[in-house]
């Protein structure tokens, strides 16, 4: 039974996507078989910036089952690495990283919706869907979800997932709205699970410690502004050098192992 992992930022603009889809490739080179899953399909994004993508192994086709038919045959809409295809257009995507993305030609107005007792629905499809990602062959499930909380995929899924990673930066509007929702987090006592708390777009010149002090939870790491994520988006690749050492730090703090000679860097400014 694998872990899952929710990756979740109250905003768009925060960098959730790229965390989100770096993390799994780092877990992935680690050797742990993991799956990718994209739940928000307001901000679809992995096929455009990676350019895989597939017209038979999809997230859109298995939500028309799923939704639709009450049918979660989740295997047959796995995209696989010898399915991605070959070459060094995509040696970057490691073999035990599995796939559950859009299509490039995925559009948001044709994703399927509940019509009729929505509430009782969107919980029985919670209950199923995490039920049915559990009993899979991975070691972590990596759910990138909505900034919507009242989204089918925010509140309901976030209560299940066994991990969360909260992205946030230094922007006082993001901490004023992440403050703001941890009070609904704590009605539907969310506040239990494990929480790893990350800033993001962090600037090199302000110290480490002064964006822990911002909230009043653990911060597990603080990741740098990378300039040079621009060239590596370009090559239509995931994270950087900088991005995937952190991406190390909270790989480990979810409990998966990392070698500890991949970790030797500092990027923030000293007192």
Known sequence: MGKIIGIYGVQRGLGTTTIGQSLAKVIGESNSKVLYLELDYLNATFAHKTSVSNPERNMELFMEKAILEGRFDIQKYILKKNEVGEGKRFSWLPSNME???FSNDF????????????ETLVEKFSNDFISKLKALDYDYVILQLPNQIEN??????????????SILTGNPIVLSRYKN??????????????????FNLCSNKIDEE?????????????IPYDPGRAEIEFSLQLGSEIIDDHMKIIAKKLGCFIRNDQNGFRLFKSK
């Open 210 to 222: 002064d964006y822990k002090m911002l909230i009043d939870f653990d911060v597990t790491t603080c």
């Open 181 to 198: 929702i941890t009070n609904v987090f704590k009605k539907a006592n969310l506040q239990y699970k494990e929480w790893v708390h990350v």
């Open 107 to 118: 559009a948001e107005e044709s994703f399927p919706r509940f019509k009729t007792n929505v």
């Open 99 to 101: 796939l559950l993305t």
């Open 152 to 165: 089918v995929f925010g509140l309901p899924m976030l209560s299940k997932c066994d991990s969360v990673v």
